[in-house]
């Protein structure tokens, strides 16, 4: 050894390295990938890195183990590789490495994983794992025992009336989903050791949190296939808030906003106390009158067009990419409700100025596994951009004197106060846990779930079934009534003594559950809907319980007062099932 040589520091030897590796920066890369070229990407970061996401179809390897595991992961030594950290001074060295190990043509990633994000380029999620008070495991994607597993709530017991427990049968997704255990992890994670607010200070922990921050905007424009330098990502608290944006900003643009009769409140009643609405109704089997649509764009102008992507009452999926067509050849946008589609099958919003992209979005991160309290839209930035902000206040402006006010632009103008990060967090995993899944797997096992659950409401006898019959056409929500047996009663015997959680009522869509139920009894229906983490098992103990509310067979007594049912052990079939508030 030559003990005259003088020592070199990281710096003199990524210096070095750089005069001998070729480097390519974020948007020749993207372009690589976007015109199809063979090139192998390799991530040398730390698997701690991992979770702020990752380039799409990068081999995950950390630097410690390039030398062993890059031989399966390449073809041939003449192939493209290009390497990347986090700011791109390891990959030089790691680049170095592979060139001497006989590779000819590697290249670094100029900024490293920093300068990609830099570029609002798209990015994939990382390894989802949860660390547990034991052990680190992972949650399999692909193996639906152990996505389950990961739910606490599947495990979970109830008390039934008769005083015993029962395993809970949770079956209202479409009310809200349960967060995975994973999930709560990363958001406990940030809590505890990154709490920090966003774009305010660069010490460490703020860093840290604006970085996944501004990740969780990539994700959720990942996942409903946005671009972001068309759209931008808005954090709401929810999807109502999300709707109340696009109707601020589309309320000074001449012209209507017309709505369906398929719409949840939130979709409909912000465009209501601004200005004039014009409905489209259903057809007989409670499908869009798709003629009533195309004649209600031709009569009189309308400046935006709102649907539902799935019906909150029946899950129906709208032809939200034909009806976007009609609304641009006819001068309207397009605002997409996602909450009841989001978690369920696939979105894509198309590419921006075609005739069937989709405008806006607006979806909740409640609605797809999780934490309450997030939500997001997305929407054209020059449209976001040509309005005040819906709320003024902190952190929607660039200056303020005493005169007046510079706004931010978009999604800075309308994200007021202080964001909730953590949910943002919490919400971005989720997506990209989905993503990982596939949503076209989330669908498949969904559907075979959807399709068991109505051939045994129908085998039952003495069941009304609401909605359009294709169940393909549908997401997984089963609406139904037991004949003679009010809504509220059905939903109440379910959980009290069998511990399914079901909704009844009209699911805050009035105008569609009173075209639904009209001419019947019932003002209400039962709605059973399906989601994630639920099985086979889940579904046969449903129709196994609704098959003895069929049969009058309940164990309880029911008390309706003021629109809450209590129930009491009877210890026998009760005979008179509900007394009246005016019969106590």
Not at 53 to 60: E, K, S, T, Y
Not at 119 to 142: F, K, M, N
């Amino acid at each position: 050894m030559d003990r005259t040589a003088p020592r070199q520091s990281y710096e003199d030897l990524c210096d070095a390295a750089r005069r001998e590796v070729r480097s390519i920066d974020a948007a020749a890369l993207a372009e690589f990938r976007l015109n199809g070229s063979s090139v192998v990407i390799v991530d040398v970061r730390e698997s701690t890195e991992w979770q702020d996401g990752i380039v799409p179809d990068a081999a995950l390897i950390p630097r410690g183990t390039l030398e062993k595991e890059i031989h399966p992961r390449v073809a041939s030594p003449n192939e493209t590789i290009c390497i990347y950290c986090a700011t791109g001074k390891r990959s030089l060295l790691a680049a170095q490495t592979l060139q001497r190990m006989g590779f000819t043509d590697v290249r670094s990633l100029e900024g490293g994983f920093a300068g990609w994000t830099d570029a609002g380029l798209e990015i994939a999620p990382g390894p989802v794992t949860v660390a547990t008070r034991d052990e680190s495991s992972s949650v399999d994607h692909e193996d639906w025992a152990s996505i389950r597993s990961n739910f606490a709530i599947s495990s979970r017991t109830v008390e039934v009336l008769d005083g015993s427990s029962r395993p809970l049968v949770y079956l209202d997704h479409a009310a809200t989903t349960h967060p995975p255990d994973f999930a709560m992890e990363e958001v406990r994670n940030f809590l505890s050791l990154d709490y920090a607010n966003v774009h305010r200070a660069s010490y460490q922990l703020a860093r840290r949190s604006t970085l996944r921050f501004e990740d969780a905007y990539r994700t959720c424009a990942a996942f409903v296939g946005a671009d972001l330098r068309h759209h931008c990502v808005v954090f709401t608290s929810n999807t109502t808030a999300a709707c109340e944006i696009v109707a601020h900003a589309v309320e000074p643009r001449p012209g209507a906003v017309l709505v369906t009769d398929l719409e949840h409140h939130s979709s409909d009643l912000p465009h209501r106390r601004r200005g004039r609405v014009v409905r489209v109704g259903l057809d007989p089997e409670h499908r869009l009158d798709m003629e009533a649509l195309r004649t209600a764009l031709k009569q009189e102008p309308i400046k935006l067009v709102s649907v539902t992507g799935a019906a909150n009452v029946t899950g129906w999926m709208p032809p939200i990419h034909e009806i976007a067509a009609l609304a641009h050849e006819a001068g309207a946008l397009i605002c997409v409700d996602a909450a009841q589609l989001i978690a369920h099958a696939p979105i894509d919003m198309g590419r921006p100025g075609e005739p069937t992209s989709i405008d806006f979005l607006v979806a909740a991160g409640h609605k797809a596994y999780a934490p309450f309290g997030a939500g997001f839209l997305v929407g054209p930035r020059d449209v976001l951009d040509s309005v005040d902000p819906v709320v003024p206040g902190g952190g929607v402006a660039a200056k303020v004197d005493d005169t007046g006010a510079t706004w931010l632009p978009s999604p800075d103008r309308h994200q007021y106060g202080t964001p909730n990060v953590g949910g943002a967090i919490g919400m971005s995993v989720m997506l990209g846990l989905l993503m990982r899944i596939t949503m076209d797997e989330v669908r498949a096992h969904e559907m075979k779930l959807f399709r068991r659950m109505v051939d045994g409401l129908r085998g039952i006898g003495g069941i009304t079934l609401y909605g359009p019959p294709e169940l393909e056409e549908r997401v997984a929500i089963v609406p139904f009534n037991v004949d003679g047996v009010s809504d509220m009663l059905t939903a109440a015997v379910l959980g009290e003594e069998f511990g399914i959680a079901v909704r009844n009522g009209r699911f805050c869509s009035h105008v569609h559950s009173d075209r639904l139920l009209a001419g019947s009894d019932p003002d209400g229906a039962v709605r059973a809907s399906i989601g994630l983490f639920n099985d086979e098992h889940d579904v046969d103990a449903f129709l196994a319980a609704v098959e003895i509310v069929r049969r009058k067979a309940w164990k309880g007594t029911y008390t309706e007062r003021g629109g809450q049912v209590s129930g009491q052990n009877a210890g026998r079939c009760a005979d008179r099932w509900m007394e009246s508030a005016e019969n106590p």
